[in-house]
């Protein structure tokens, strides 16, 4: 290996180590915050067991609200890792190697997040054994317990094996930096790793097998969250496209989350060299793909709909348009598509901080548009009554505010005890790039040492 | 003290009239009723049904003497109670045939104890008459069948389970692959 090559690996060992070893008072601030928030979120869930979904805004016509949105929000997200580990792996695409990891442990997160979500706005939690003693294979509800529940396993698995060598790096050089229950920790979740020759073979024969199965297994968990609402006769959710259109969507907002955590964990832990401009605008170019994708799902889902206009069709419409959600539905369609899809389309919007700010309206715009999908058919009537009306209560909010300062707290916390980069596929790949370069170089022909912008 | 005395036969023969033309009137259908022939009708039916099952319910119709009768509609009903509220529900109708047998197959989709009446409304020649039977249904049957529905043919169910099995069978093998990882490597090797 040359010495330019070794201390570009030197270097990332430092970075990748470097939260491992010592932390901030920012750190504890952040987190202190993030507990607080969590805390609150837990005290509003309390109110809500004690005096029951009553102190929600949830009642007998809408009975479905944030909770539910926010439980297919964060599904959604888990699909950043299986699009950016496992498709991106299938496909040999080399640039995916810094970022893996976020992705992987975006997914592991989100999943745990969102499977909260049902269990809240169950009410009483001891119920959700009734879905197993009672559980009745032809409901999706029951499909999507094992789905969501496969998928979990399956990505902890995801994320574990690429971390084995991480783990050894950690055991190898953290020393005296790490307390002996953390060097302990290392060691064990190392297994013994010393990169001999076998051990990376059955290591990519473990990927190998992984990387084939989570793809399905993600596609099928947000088609069979979609076939929640699908499966039902309901305005709007009665649709043939839900499974695609869940999957485009949680791919797109997948991508839109990794942005965020990728710029914020580059920016804090100083990865400039190995989170470079070109992972922004690859991801960029993604989810511009997937803007396209969305607004084709949006126009072919209310076009049919708006030219039969069956029953109960039209008031959603209505509603959705020009009533009470309009503005929620004209903000998801400029802020949500069109604004990100010009910033990363228009070459001189094509910058870390837009591209990121694109990602923050596509999140945002993602949460609002699960909304749209989930309240708006609930308020059309179904029998001669009027109306309801829907604005979620402070718990609900608390609660809302709680699971995502959690998925933030996770996080931290993960980025604060385990390498945010899989430090060993990014050598692996520089060797596999940079080496025969460098290798030339030696032998007398000119060659720059790797550039930390990276092309 | 009335001066103008009529005969007596102009104010009270109306009225005579009257009361003769009422009773009459009322009396018409029980003087119908009296030339009608009277009629017996016995209802026979299995004593226990289990639920869902079809059972026979046959109602036989004779004059007083034994004679069949032939080509009569008989109508089955069960008293019922619903919220509060008392009815008769139709079960079903049949015609008697030339042994003044009317049958009715039923489907039992209640259980308890239930009450089951065959009526006869009669015709011009013969009174109406009404008889019941009581029949015990029991069991724990699950009648409804929703045609909606994932039905897999063959395997139905466990279609799914077989799928979750063969994912999770991937996830143990891999684990059990990355477990070899922690046996030392022969030699030193790298």
Redesign the interface.
Known sequence: MTTALAERHERLDQAVLAPLRRTTWRFYVWTAFLLAVVGWGLYAYSVQLRGGLAVTAMRDKISWGIYISSFVFFIGISHAGTLISAILRVAHAPWRMPITRMAEFITVVALMVGALMPLIDLGRPDRLANMFIFGR??SPLL?DI?SIS?YL??SM?YLY?PL?PDFALARDRLGPDASPLRRWTYTTLA?????????RR??A??MG??MV?IIP?AVSVHTVVSWVFAMTLRPGWNSTVYGAYFVAGAIFSGIAMLLIVMAVLRKIYHLEEFITVKHFRYLGYLMGAFTVIMVYFVLSEYVTIGYKLPEGEDRLLAELFTGRYALLTWGYLFGGLLVPALIVFLPWTRRIGLIVLAAVLVAVFMWIERFLIVVPSLQVPQMPYEPASYFPSWVEWSILAGSFGLFALIITLFSRFFPVVSAWEVKEQDELELAPAHAAAAHGTPVSAPSPAGD | MNTEKGPKWITVGPVLLLALAMSMLSAGPALAQENRAPTVLTVAAADEFDLGQSGLIIATLTDKTGKPIAGARVTYVTPAEFAGAVAEVDLGESETDENGQARLVYQFRTEGRIQIVARYFGNERYQPVQSSVAVTVGGTAQLYQ?KA??QIPVF??WT?AAI?LG??S??F???A??????????G???
């Open positions: 294979w032809q499909w094992f496969t396993g399956g698995l094996f084995i297994v013994g790793w010393r990169g001999a020759l076998t051990q059955r290591l024969l473990a097998m992984m199965i297994v | 929703p529905g994932l139905g169910s799914l979750l994912v999770w991937v996830y093998v891999s684990l692959v990355v477990w070899g990882i922690a046996r030392r490597p022969a030193g090797e790298v």
